[in-house]
């Protein structure tokens, strides 16, 4: 059983709000990732960490911004939410290193709608 | 650019029939790996499997079963004898060039296994 939280589980804001969401995970994984899921179910990767102090943009541009001081967090924020940025996000986390590619472990999601 | 297709949306069968969920997938590199996740109504993906390309033997575990195609770039997903509890969104997935763990997903497809 995967041990990764995310924190709220949903959330209601009006357009402007500032948001935190929480990432996370204590099985001392280096690698976490945050991806953004529509309600047309598809997954897009949104921001990446290789290890602290490490932060990468993924495949899908997003407004967001995420940091990486501790290992086990990956708090991802929002400094001004918008309508579009109503959607679910998934934080998941991975150990292995090198080949093959290990399991992404996954949180049960925080779904946000902006007003 | 690499691409992952489950053109099935939406599947519903009754309890105890075989289903199977296609995936087609698009790459240039030689070297790549395959998974599926499965998203039950609680949200978190949870890894089933991955497999790389130079390996095309069939696998199954208990009533899942997936059979991979280099030659028709296929990694398609059979249950057998389903059940109420399969009913979830199955993803398949791709990983980056190099092997990462940032995956490339499909659009997941809707399996809703009736009583």
């Known amino acids: 059983e995967a041990d990764i939280y995310q924190t709220p589980r949903y959330l209601v804001i009006g357009t402007g709000k500032k948001i935190t969401l929480e990432c996370s995970q204590t099985?001392?994984?280096?690698?976490m990732y945050w991806y953004q899921q529509d309600p047309g179910m598809e997954l897009h990767l949104i921001h990446y960490?290789?290890?602290?102090?490490?932060?990468e943009k993924g495949d899908l541009s997003s407004e967001s911004t995420v940091s990486r001081i501790r290992t086990e967090h990956f708090p991802l924020t929002l400094e001004s939410a918008r309508p579009s940025h109503t959607s679910q996000y998934l934080c998941?986390?991975?150990?292995?290193?090198?080949?093959?590619?290990?399991?992404?472990?996954f949180g049960e999601g925080s779904r946000l709608t902006v007003l | 650019a690499q691409k992952v297709t489950q053109a099935q949306t939406e599947i519903s069968v009754v309890e105890k029939e075989d289903v199977t969920l296609d995936c087609v997938y698009e790459t240039r590199d030689t070297t790549y790996y395959l998974f599926w996740y499965k998203q039950p109504p609680s949200g978190e993906l949870v890894f089933l499997i991955r497999?790389?390309?130079?390996?095309?033997q069939n696998e199954i575990s208990g009533r899942y079963s997936w059979n991979f195609q280099k030659s028709t770039s296929s990694f398609n997903f059979t249950i057998t004898a389903s059940q109420v509890v399969d009913s979830a969104v199955y993803f398949c997935?791709?990983?980056?060039?190099?092997?990462?763990?940032?995956?490339?997903f499909g659009k997941g497809t809707k399996l809703t296994v009736n009583p």
């Open positions: 099985m001392g994984h280096d690698k």
């Open positions: 998941a986390s991975s150990y292995v290193r090198g080949l093959p590619p290990g399991e992404l472990f």
């Open positions: 997935a791709l990983s980056e060039a190099g092997g990462s763990e940032k995956l490339v």
């Open positions: 960490s290789y290890g602290v102090n490490s932060t």
């Open positions: 497999r790389n390309s130079f390996d095309e």
